[in-house]
Nanobody
Framework: QVQLVESGGGSVQAGGSLRLSCVASGYTDIGNYMMGWFRQAPGKEREGVAGINSDGRTSYADSVKGRFTISQDNAKNTLYLQMNSLKPEDTAMYYC?????????????????????WGQGTQVTVSS
């Protein structure tokens, strides 16, 4: 069983930055999983933001390309999402997820149904 705990959310003004973290536990080596970040705004579906597979290949939603960067530190069993140039439309609950399909690439990295384990989320609010 994989447990995921997110942190790093908060309130920032437009143009600001935040770094989200997700610590995995439960006899888990995140290097053996595909990891992803998703977000859900009120009244909207949960959407994929970024994914990184066990080979280090990444994928991003078009809305965040060039602004967000996903990375991981396997030694710390921690996933990160660096978010720069934040916009009000980035406001959402952000979730960390892990998938046993460790080598999925491309659009699969951003699909909810691929992921098996989820964290509880951390809130990001961007004001204009």
């Amino acid at each position: 069983q994989v447990q995921l705990v997110e942190s790093g959310g908060g309130s920032v003004q437009a143009g600001g930055s935040l770094r989200l973290s997700c610590v995995a536990s439960g006899y888990t080596d995140i290097g053996n999983y595909m990891m992803g970040w998703f977000r859900q705004a009120p009244g909207k579906e949960r959407e994929g933001v970024a994914g990184i597979n066990s080979d280090g290949r990444t994928s991003y939603a078009d809305s965040v390309k060039g602004r967000f960067t996903i990375s991981q530190d396997n030694a710390k069993n921690t996933l990160y999402l660096q978010m720069n140039s934040l916009k009000p439309e980035d406001t959402a609950m952000y979730y960390c997820a892990a998938a046993g399909a460790s080598r999925a690439v491309g659009w699969l990295q951003l699909q909810r149904w691929v992921y098996n384990y989820w964290g509880q989320g951390t809130q990001v609010t961007v004001s204009s």
